[in-house]
């Protein structure tokens, strides 16, 4: 819960898609930060101080020289007194006015007074976007420390089509949690494997597994808020893409043996959260199979183990964790998989993980480690491996 008692100030500017910063501070508030929202004039004109400040539960700060205003929350402490500065959306006129020094309302008097982290999710027409003022600006500001997510691409208010949208709200929310996040693993190339394999019987059939891909992904979205460059091998899932991470989307267990073959000599740490199936059929038919049998019987034949195969290629000291996923004899079982496959760490874990948002395990390394980790969500679960391989 990286947004838990942290101090957030919300400036909202006028554009059309201030309507948006309303979900921004729920989502915000709903991880447990406590929002102080500015608005400017403009902002105003779009949405109200009501809704702002009814889903902070804050007052909503909009005017300089508010004498009511200042003895609450003065300029001073919207400034100084948070871990984290949100401008969203940005327009290019609050763009323009931080990036040359210019403090002439309560927003851009705030962004001259910061010292946390200042986080611009700019929202604008394309051709504004494309401006080499508002680009020179935005260089400045990057040039000095201030971070920025977005603009995406799509249709805009104005409409035309092209970049300019505001990044969506859960980009916005993950770039915020990465502010917020020490950079440990900065340096590091992470490789993580997630989800289940697809073993075809013919095209339109295969054999696989309950895995949904939840835990690999959470590693890989915290290895990369932690600063890690982060390769993520994923077998057939249906959530979305995490941001900022190299995608190699796979079906088969030999597709997952390939990609991580290609990927492991460059990474320094790699995280096997992948079901990847152990058997696939020995004969994949390349027409549907009719039902003309009474009885069908599928031959099956083993399939290399990737996690295995990486641990006879470690050259370079990296650090390998598998994991265990066991119905009996858990930490007895995790142990022997631990050593049969060169691993640093093996987490261990039983079928009820399996496309769930928690996961109960224990965590196993080679130096005898053994934590039993209460039941968790997935996101807490992925840090604390990370914290572990980092010992
Ligand atoms: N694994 C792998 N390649 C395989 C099978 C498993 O890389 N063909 C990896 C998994 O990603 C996991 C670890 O090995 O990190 C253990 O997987 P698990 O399914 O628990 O065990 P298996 O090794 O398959 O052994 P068993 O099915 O006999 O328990």
């Avoid at 200042?70 to 500065?85: G, M, N, P, R, V």
């Avoid at 460059?229 to 390939?258: H, I, K, N, Q, Y």
């Avoid at 990927?263 to 004969?283: E, G, N």
């Amino acid at each position: 819960m990286i947004l838990k008692n942290k101090r957030i100030t919300l400036g909202v500017t006028g554009a059309i898609s201030a309507y948006k910063a309303l979900e921004l501070t729920r989502l915000l508030v709903k991880e447990g930060a406590e929002v102080c929202p500015v608005m400017t004039r403009s902002a105003t004109e779009f949405i109200t101080p009501l809704s702002l400040s009814t889903l902070s539960k804050n007052p909503v700060s909009t005017e300089l020289f508010d004498l009511t205003g200042e003895t609450k929350i003065s300029h001073i402490d919207l400034a100084q007194a948070c871990d984290l500065i949100i401008v969203a959306p940005a327009t290019a006129n609050i763009i323009g006015k931080a990036a040359n020094g210019l403090a002439d309302d309560l927003l851009s008097t705030i962004l001259m007074a910061a010292k946390a982290p200042v986080l611009f999710a700019p929202s604008m027409n394309s051709q504004m976007w494309a401006n080499g003022a508002l680009q020179e600006n935005v260089r400045k500001l990057k040039s000095r420390g201030c971070l920025f997510v977005g603009p995406s691409e799509g249709d805009l208010a104005c409409g035309y089509a092209g970049t300019g949208r505001l990044a969506p709200i859960d980009e916005i929310l993950e770039a915020a949690k990465e502010a917020l996040t020490p950079q440990d693993l900065k340096g590091e190339k992470v490789l993580v494997t997630a989800g289940p394999t697809r073993e075809p019987i013919d095209p339109v059939r295969y054999v696989s597994n309950a895995s949904s891909g939840k835990m690999g992904y959470a590693i890989a979205k915290a290895a990369r808020r932690r600063g890690a460059e982060v390769v993520l091998v994923s077998g057939p899932s249906f959530l979305p893409r995490p941001e900022g991470v190299t995608f190699v989307p796979v079906r088969s267990a030999e597709e997952m043996l390939d990609a991580c073959v290609r990927h492991f000599p460059q990474s320094t740490l790699v995280i096997m959260a992948a079901a990847v199936a152990d058997y696939r059929p020995t004969i994949s038919y390349p027409s549907k199979v009719k039902k003309d049998a009474r009885v069908l019987s599928i031959e099956m034949e083993r399939t290399e183990d990737v996690l295995k195969k990486l641990g006879t290629l470690k050259k370079k000291g990296q650090t390998l964790i598998g994991f265990a996923l066991e119905t009996d004899s858990l930490e007895e079982n995790a142990k022997k998989k631990l050593k049969d496959k060169g691993l640093d760490l093996v987490v261990a874990n039983t079928p009820a993980g399996l496309d769930s948002d928690t996961n109960q395990v224990t965590i196993l390394g080679r130096d005898g480690l053994v934590d039993r980790l209460t039941p968790l969500p997935k996101d807490e679960v992925a840090d604390m491996i990370l914290d572990k391989a980092l010992r």
